[in-house]
């Protein structure tokens, strides 16, 4: 999960640098990439509950 949110930032940073990038596509890509990320958190969170219950 988080070397696909590392990939897409990646896509973005590209397609800015060559000034070949359509805005609309660039914010769609990135909320996606913040929603992965965000989905990530939310998993590594629980992770650790789960683990912390455990004990």
Do not use: C, M, N, P
């Given at each position: 999960m988080r070397i696909f949110c590392?990939?897409?930032m990646i896509a973005v940073a590209?397609?800015?640098?060559s000034k070949q990038f359509?805005?609309?596509i660039m914010l769609k890509l990135l909320?996606?990439?913040?929603?992965?990320?965000?989905v990530a958190v939310a998993?590594?969170?629980q992770?650790?509950?789960v683990a912390?219950?455990?004990?």
């Open positions: 590392a990939a897409a590209a397609s800015y640098r359509d805005v609309d909320a996606v990439t913040a929603g992965f990320f965000l998993i590594e969170w992770r650790a509950r912390q219950k455990k004990e």
